[in-house]
C-alpha cells in the first residue's frame, strides 16, 4: 500500500505564510511528479503546483510568485511554501504524486486526505 500524508494546514491573515508538508510512505519503488491540488467549496479541484522527477515546476497563474514548491526525494516528501496568502487561497489542498510501486510495474496517480487552508481576511 501507497499513503500520503498532508500536514501545515490552518487559519492565517491575508498576507500571512503557511508551508504544507506531504510525506509519501508504504510500497515505493520510484516516484515521477509530485505536486499540490487545492478545492474551494463549490467548486472544482484544481492544480496549484506540480514539481516533476527532472527538477521542473509548474505553478497556476494565480499563484505565481507567491507559492514554492520543493522536494526531497530522499524523503518521499514534498512541500508547498505559501506567501501572500489571499482569501481566494481558502481551500482544502491535496498532495498528489505518481508513483511506481515496482520497477517493471506502472505509475499510478495517489492522493493524500487534504489539509484544510482558511485565510480571513
Known amino acids: 500500500q501507497v499513503q500520503l500524508a498532508e500536514s501545515g494546514g490552518g487559519l492565517v491573515q491575508a498576507g500571512g505564510s503557511l508551508r504544507l508538508s506531504c510525506a509519501a510512505s508504504g510500497s515505493i519503488f520510484s516516484i515521477n511528479a509530485m505536486g499540490w491540488y487545492r478545492q474551494a467549496p463549490g467548486k472544482q479541484r484544481e492544480l496549484v503546483a506540480v514539481s516533476n522527477s527532472g527538477g521542473g515546476t509548474n505553478y497556476a497563474d494565480s499563484v505565481k510568485g507567491r507559492f514554492t514548491i520543493s522536494r526531497d526525494n530522499a524523503k518521499n516528501m514534498v512541500y508547498l511554501q505559501m506567501n501572500s496568502l489571499k482569501p481566494e487561497d481558502t481551500a482544502d489542498y491535496y498532495c498528489?504524486?505518481?508513483?511506481?510501486?515496482?520497477?517493471?510495474?506502472?505509475?499510478?496517480?495517489?492522493w493524500g486526505q487534504g489539509t484544510q487552508v482558511t485565510v480571513s481576511s
Open positions: 498528489n504524486a505518481e508513483i511506481r510501486r515496482t520497477r517493471w510495474g506502472a505509475a499510478y496517480d495517489y
